[in-house]
């Protein structure tokens, strides 16, 4: 089992000045910053991050989206990291997701759900790697 996963603060959450809120939130649950940018994607790096939803039907709204503004992107560090960080963030779509999580405190909709969260150690690496260097993570 890994401990580290990576998230995003996607743009809905940064433009509403959740940023800081939801940093709050993610620590206080236990979890460290090993890696840490403030950065705004194309719609070509949106796309190649989502690659694995190319074919899915909300794949151009959701690209539109994630460039739309700035995102935090970030490792982070915990113990059963990936597992307790997607619990931490709640359901996918905010309607579903549990009372104190932060999709449930601070996302809209299912499409603009401000939180991204790994769903495998797998995923944490090739997701970590797309955004760190080396020099970049510690
Ligand atoms: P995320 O955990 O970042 O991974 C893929 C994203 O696609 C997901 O969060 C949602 O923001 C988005 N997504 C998933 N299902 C839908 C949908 N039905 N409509 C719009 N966006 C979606």
Same mark, same amino acid.
């Given at each position: 089992?890994?401990?580290?996963?990576?998230?995003?603060?996607?743009?809905?959450?940064?433009?509403?000045?959740?940023?800081?809120?939801?940093?709050?939130?993610?620590?206080?649950?236990?979890?460290?910053?090993?890696?840490?940018?403030?950065?705004?994607?194309?719609?070509?790096?949106?796309?190649?991050?989502?690659?694995?939803? &190319?074919?899915?039907?909300?794949? %151009? !709204?959701?690209?539109?989206?994630? +460039?739309?503004?700035?995102?935090? *992107?970030? @490792?982070?560090?915990?113990?059963?990291?990936?597992?307790?960080?997607?619990?931490?963030?709640?359901?996918?779509?905010?309607?579903?997701?549990?009372?104190?999580?932060?999709?449930? &405190?601070?996302?809209?909709?299912? %499409? !603009?759900?401000?939180?991204?969260? +790994?769903?495998?150690?797998?995923? *944490?690496? @090739?997701?970590?790697?797309?955004?760190?260097?080396?020099?970049?993570?510690?």
């Amino acid at each position: 089992m890994s401990n580290r996963t990576f998230t995003m603060i996607k743009p809905d959450a940064t433009s509403k000045g959740y940023t800081g809120a939801i940093l709050d939130q993610i620590i206080k649950a236990g979890f460290s910053v090993k890696a840490m940018k403030w950065i705004k994607l194309s719609e070509e790096q949106a796309g190649l991050f989502y690659d694995i939803h &190319r074919e899915r039907p909300f794949f %151009g !709204e959701l690209v539109d989206f994630m +460039s739309s503004g700035p995102i935090v *992107a970030a @490792i982070l560090e915990k113990e059963n990291a990936v597992a307790d960080f997607r619990e931490l963030i709640g359901a996918t779509n905010p309607a579903n997701a549990a009372e104190g999580t932060i999709r449930k &405190r601070f996302a809209a909709s299912i %499409g !603009e759900n401000a939180v991204h969260g +790994s769903d495998s150690d797998e995923n *944490a690496v @090739i997701e970590g790697d797309f955004f760190f260097s080396k020099l970049e993570r510690f």
